[in-house]
């Protein structure tokens, strides 16, 4: 479980760089993004079937199992688009934060799971530690004139963590699926952005590289990750260690000159650092106890 729980975690690690390598890839409208990036992602799951052991035959994948899927990733971006072009970033960016709140509090009802205070406690760390990093400086506001926009970014936030949760419940489907799940919603997004944008490629070979970046990591790799964490690992732990990803997003654009360092940053690293080692305290403690007594015997 730990290993499971260690390679979903490097999905949260992969989407650190989300931010700056979508700021890199100039001025394509999202939907477009989202088709071509996600026909990338739809490469690198095919690719993994070349080199990876075939899956179980016989696996059957129920119609919910596609509805789940498809809703959950064409889902939460179509809804982050809509949010943020009907709220402003900042409060968007943190109700559709909420996902690992939710993962955490939620995993209650999964069989075989069982809520403690601690998961609930480095939940709520962690989010105190993504308001720091999503308010840096600027502060909230909100506005009832962007109740749309904040009810859409709340619809975000429940589809990600149901779509997380509900893939436990089908573990036995094997990861590879998500190759399909990347496919439709790269299928969709195009269509969305046909219905509502202007067509603006990436110019340069320096966007193209973003745009392939994006593609094979935060949002191709990262989601076959995601998969294979959430159906064999930690849930709880990693709903909780996933506030990590602004955190390591902020400090990748500090570090690569797109942002200032800040006490906010500090503060945040703190909290969402805190709140992922007491999520994780029990098995922490376990692992340690097992490794102590391994070295007596």
Not at 219 to 237: P, S
Request: hydrophobic share 55%; glycine share 10%.
């Amino acid at each position: 479980m730990a290993r499971a729980t260690l390679i979903g975690f490097s999905a949260v690690a992969m989407w650190a760089l989300l931010a700056l390598l979508t700021d890199a890839s100039g001025s394509v409208p999202p939907f477009l993004l989202s088709a071509i990036t996600f026909a990338i992602g739809t490469a690198v799951g095919l690719a993994m079937r070349l080199v990876a052991p075939a899956p179980p035959a016989g696996v059957k994948i129920p119609p919910v199992v596609w509805l789940i899927g498809i809703g959950g990733l064409f889902g939460y971006h179509f809804f982050y688009f809509t949010a943020l072009r009907n709220a402003p970033a900042v409060e968007a960016s943190l109700i559709a934060y909420l996902w690992p709140l939710l993962i955490v509090v939620g995993s209650a009802l999964m069989p075989g799971e069982r809520l403690r205070w601690n998961h609930v406690a480095g939940a709520l760390l962690g989010l105190a530690g993504t308001v720091l990093i999503v308010t840096r400086g600027g502060g909230l506001s909100f506005d009832s004139r962007y109740a749309f926009g904040y009810a859409m970014a709340g619809v975000c936030a429940l589809l990600w963590s149901a779509y997380s949760l509900l893939s436990r419940r089908f573990a036995e489907v094997p990861t590879g699926i998500v190759t399909w799940f990347c496919a439709a919603t790269s299928v969709l997004s195009l269509l969305c952005h046909l219905a509502l944008e202007q067509t603006v490629l990436p110019s340069g070979a320096g966007q193209w590289l973003a745009v392939l970046g994006l593609g094979l990591m935060p949002v191709g790799a990262a989601f076959y990750a995601w998969d294979f964490g959430v159906k064999r690992g930690n849930i709880q732990v990693l709903g909780a260690a996933s506030y990590a990803a602004p955190l390591l997003s902020t400090l990748v654009l500090i570090a690569t000159g797109f942002a200032e360092p800040s006490w906010n940053v500090i503060g945040a690293c703190l909290l969402i650092s805190a709140g992922a080692v007491l999520a994780a305290r029990p098995r922490l403690f376990s692992q340690a106890r097992q490794a102590e007594r391994g070295a007596d015997a």
